[in-house]
């Protein structure tokens, strides 16, 4: 444990709650819901996902406010979910890779929703994985489901178990329900679902990968069978809700927890990594079929939950309250919008760091002239032997050069991502944009200082890679021997040899 005299001013404050709240009367305070999907940006019906069927989530967007551009801080499922529950970036909590291979939160006791919402007299419950170190942190009252069931088994048990929650007690409840879908394995079908079943002669391939194959069109359809499947789970989940009698007085909130495990998604800074669907119904609060065109963040959920459940707000968090944009009124919004990149498991480190405005998107790399290791990790791990590189090599020359750019990413990347949404065209070099370019780094620097980005230090950049290199023996990570040190000496002048 890190020691509170060592650390920044701006750490003292996190962990200190703010003063003044106002308080919601404890018959009014709602139940808050809370629906995770893995792997899965916003390939939806009423995203205008031409291919998948999902009239569950869409009903759901047009009684309640769908968010056109939503984010998570980090495409990784630890990270993610780190981030929505404290309120934090990765690089301000500490949980920067997988759980699942050590990587931690810097204090088990930051302030993070669960603990707040149980100030607040709420019950606190959790139906999935939590995927979050140290799970103490996070002392709910309830937790079923705990592993990440990627093999999709018994499914029906996810509804079940928030029944038997949410008719528990009658105090406020926050229940957050982790479902497996759409997360690799892509099952085209468990138990019978979906009804409907698509081949890869049914669809395209997700147009960011820019690429085509037969390959990648099976992959693509069993992709959104498990989207399908997601659907029909969350309707049982939302049959149970209004079963329960306390549907009225209960803000839904789903979202996923990074973009699918395809080229150019997950463990990427790109748009297919890091947006994700966001909606949120709130009956009586919510503008029906509103969309919101606001660039928001899973990191405003916390101060989102805080609010409306009346408790003390938290210091220093990244976030903004979503309250002002559940109707239809204008607010005052953020113009710029951050997120990042580490690692994933012990195969991925490579940092990023991105912003972007209305239009533009830049992304810098810290570790600028070596290869991106997660480009042949996840040409090797999901697709067959050399399928994906012949793919590529037959693809056009652009694109060519989309994939070499990733393979090797220059220190900086621009997009227009108004008339370039999938990012194939980088302008850092263009003259013409010389005047943006200049404008999002002073934001993407100003934004990495005021975070407090423990990687500014170079030595930091550095000594965590040669903890991660460490554990890879004759060319093969192995997890019993990754041991990290970096929530000591991120913050810790003296590790670093600073006075």
Known sequence: MIDIGRMSFWWASVLCLAAGASYVVASEQPNILV??????????GCYGDPYVSTPVLDKLADRGIRFEHAYVPQAGCSQSRAAYMTGLYPHQNGQIGLATWKFRMYREDTPNLVRSLKQAGYRTGIIGKLHVNPESAFPFDFHAIPSSNFSRNNLGRYAKQAEKFIAAGEAPFYLAVNYPDAHRPFTPRKPKLPVTKLTGQDVKPLPYMGLDSDELRQQTADYYNCMSRLDSLVGDLLEVLERSGKADNTLVVYFGDHGADLLRGKRTSYEGGVRVPMIAYWPGHTAAGGVRNELVSTLDLMPTFLEVAGAEPVAGLAGSSLVPL?????????EYLFTEFHTHSAHNYYPQRTVRNERFKLIQSLLVGEENPDYSFTLSSHFPQGFAERVIETASPPMQAVYARQQHPPEFELYDLSSDPYELRNLADDP???????????QLADWRERSQDPLLDVENLQRLKSEIEACRVEGKFRKELLELDYPQYF???AANGKP
């Open 326 to 334: 559940l109707g239809e009124s204008p607010a005052d919004w953020r």
């Open 35 to 44: 629906i995770i999907s893995e792997d899965n940006g916003p390939e939806l």
């Open 432 to 442: 013409e944009y010389a005047e943006v370019l200049a404008e999002l780094k002073d």
């Open 491 to 493: 913050f810790d002048d």
